[in-house]
């Protein structure tokens, strides 16, 4: 076989794995801008949040009337990150190496980073300020994992992709309030925001 006919051969082997590799460098890159909702092709929350209290012992308590949307949000203040990543519709991303910030509704916001870095607190810090919600992350390939300890003592775990040439973002989450038996799997999709004045 000539040179010619196997260079044929491997070129669109070789332009997919250099995509791919340049895909997977852009991620942190690409995931910065703001993003909206995709409920078509997101999870419902309160459908997601019943099946892990079902699936803990407890009893879903939306009866088949009461189909309120946000029902389960609004729960104690040490819950409230797991409302914003769970139910906010709009998520803006600023990245600048090592540190995120993701921003949602309401002015809330988290700050974490991804060089490695450890939580310090003090058992006074604690009880004096009630204790605070702690993230940090890392890069996976081309996904960013990011690790939550929520004020209430429980955790998340949340992994974004990014999908359609970068204009689409799934996010899948594992969610584990303190007082739930059962974690909530949940996945959330959103579409990158353009225009946006």
Do not use: C
């Amino acid at each position: 076989m000539s040179n010619k006919v196997l260079l044929l051969l491997f070129f669109p082997s070789l332009v997919l794995m250099s995509s791919v590799g340049l895909f997977a460098q852009n991620i942190s890159e690409g995931i910065i801008g703001a993003w909206l909702i995709n409920e078509e092709l997101s999870d419902n929350t309160d459908d997601m949040v019943g099946e892990a209290i079902e699936a803990g012992g407890g009893r879903d308590s939306r009866g088949f009337f009461n189909r309120k949307e946000d029902f389960y949000r609004g729960g104690p203040p040490e819950h409230e990150l797991y409302d914003r990543i769970s139910y906010d519709d709009v998520l803006r991303i600023e990245y600048e190496e090592p540190e995120f910030l993701f921003s949602y509704q309401d002015d809330y916001s988290r700050v974490f980073h991804t060089d490695g870095r450890r939580r310090r607190i003090t058992a006074n810090d604690f009880y004096s300020e009630g204790g605070q919600d702690w993230s940090s992350a890392n890069w996976e390939d081309d996904a960013l994992i990011v690790e939550a300890r929520p004020r209430d003592g429980g955790f998340t775990i949340e992994i974004y992709t990014l999908e359609e040439n970068g204009n689409r973002l799934r996010v899948e989450m594992l969610i584990q309030p303190d007082t739930f038996n059962a974690p909530i799997n949940l996945v959330r999709v959103f579409d990158r925001i353009r225009n946006q004045d």
